[in-house]
């Protein structure tokens, strides 16, 4: 968005001590949190509001409905080879053009996107919206506030006290966690449940009591048993400290996964352009409990093919 030099000016911010440098004030857009997972209302092509997730795991720009393909007559482009970090059994779907995204003031154009089939489970969902569409943004997911923030700007290392970089493999925003004395590649994933863990990984750990099943999992290739126990040690993300966490193992991704019930916590910045992404919360020292009731439908990363992977 073009800004005048005065306006330039006087709209400059620094938060030096954050690591955070925005150029002007942030967009705000009201977030609703169903089972801690992000939904936000969208305008596509000058029509709706209309619902759609917020999925830092898919490396897609958006996803959309059938039902929504078919209202707006969306028209289709082409195919496009969907699938989960497994690698396993991808499907082909249509791929459609939308002209116009606008979520409040800020307007995304010419996007390509995919369609999919979304959970009942999660009420009312029209589309997706993907990590990707976001890396001309400083993007905020913060939970506490249930906001999006959007605006220009850039991060700032801060020797990783709250500011971590990360890898975009697929797309999709990969940190390194601490788990029992281990670097452990890990998808942050906002449609994710919890603190997910390979079942490969979980072999290597010891937990407080046997691992038991909490639920199903089901994905675009995949259908999966859950397990879950508590870690008998704690796991570290920067400054932070998860004290001998509730964790899920999963016996179907190569990564672990940092999903919605610890981002629940924060407020998450992401700098794409720099791959850097600043964690904050008023607690250092965090818990995550057992379920009360078996997770919801699990909504890993979804890769998105063809496209860049890195």
């Not at 690591?19 to 305008?43: C, D, Y």
């Not at 092509?45 to 039902?67: E, H, Q, R, S, Y």
């Not at 788990?179 to 603190?195: A, C, Q, Y």
């Not at 964790?247 to 992401?270: D, K, M, Q, R, Y």
Request: hydrophobic share 40%.
């Amino acid at each position: 968005m073009p800004v005048h030099r005065l306006s330039c000016w006087l709209l400059f911010l620094v938060f030096s001590a954050s690591g955070l440098f925005a150029t002007e004030s942030p967009k705000v857009i009201p977030m609703e949190l169903r089972h801690n997972l992000p939904f936000v209302q969208v305008m596509v092509n000058g029509k709706g509001p209309f619902t759609f997730g917020i999925d830092t795991g898919t490396g897609g720009k958006a996803l959309v409905t059938p039902d929504l393909i078919q209202q707006l007559g969306l028209p289709v482009t082409g195919e496009a080879e969907v699938g989960d970090p497994s690698g396993r059994n991808p499907k082909t779907v249509r791929s459609v053009e939308i002209k116009s995204m606008k979520l409040g003031d800020v307007e995304f154009n010419n996007i390509t996107a995919v369609e999919f089939q979304p959970s009942r489970a999660l009420g009312q969902t029209d589309g997706i919206l993907g990590f990707v569409l976001f890396r001309d943004y400083l993007f905020s997911l913060d939970y506490p506030a249930a906001e999006i923030r959007l605006s220009h700007g850039s991060l700032a290392p801060d020797g990783n006290r709250e500011v971590l970089s990360f890898r975009m493999p697929n797309n999709v925003p990969l940190i390194e966690l601490g788990v029992g004395g281990m670097k452990v590649d890990t998808h942050i994933d906002s449609r994710g449940r919890g603190l997910g863990i390979p079942e490969k990984l979980a072999r290597d750990l010891k937990f407080v009591s046997s691992p038991v099943v909490i639920g199903r999992g089901k994905t675009v290739s995949s259908d999966f048993e859950i397990k879950g126990a508590q870690l008998a040690a704690d796991i570290h993300l920067g400054t932070y400290t998860f004290t001998r966490p509730f964790v899920e193992i999963n016996p179907v991704f190569p990564v672990a996964n940092f999903g919605s019930i610890p981002l629940s916590h924060f407020a998450v910045t992401f700098d794409q352009k720099n791959k850097l992404v600043r964690f904050v919360c008023g607690d250092k020292d965090i818990v995550i409990a057992p379920p009360k009731s078996g997770p919801p439908p699990a909504a890993p990363p979804v890769t998105v093919a063809p496209g860049p992977s890195e």
